[in-house]
């Protein structure tokens, strides 16, 4: 059973920027794909960017395309979100996904995380 735990989150700025820590409660490096998605009030959870389990692969909706940035410390567990130049659209609760994955891909698909954080607040204020 992996266990994660978001981190970062918080009341920014327009045009601010934050960082979001996902920290695994065991290896993860080996095998394991990551995402982070974000779910509005009143709208469904949408993948915001996911990761294979090298780092090698990234993929980001583009939404926050050149805006965020996702990397991986596989030796800490831990996964990171950059997000650069917030916008109110931005704000939403946060959440860190794990699956395994070992064909190198990554995953979009919220229904294909096995593992899931408490998620973290991120508002964004004009």
């Known amino acids: 059973q992996v266990q994660l735990v978001e981190s970062g989150g918080g009341l920014v700025q327009v045009g601010g920027s934050l960082r979001l820590s996902c920290a695994a409660s065991e290896r993860t490096s080996s095998n394991y794909a990551m995402g982070w998605f974000r779910q509005a009030p009143g709208k469904e959870r949408e993948c915001v960017t996911a990761i294979n389990w090298s780092g090698s692969r990234t993929y980001y909706a583009d939404s926050v395309k050149g805006r965020f940035t996702i990397s991986r410390d596989n030796a800490k567990n831990t996964v990171y979100l950059q997000m650069n130049s917030l916008k109110p659209e931005d704000t939403a609760v946060y959440y860190c996904?794990?699956?395994?994955?070992?064909?190198?891909?990554?995953?979009?698909?919220?229904?294909?995380?096995?593992?899931w954080g408490q998620g973290t607040q991120v508002t964004v204020s004009s």
């Open positions: 996904a794990a699956r395994q994955g070992y064909s190198g891909a990554y995953f979009l698909n919220e229904y294909e995380y096995t593992y």
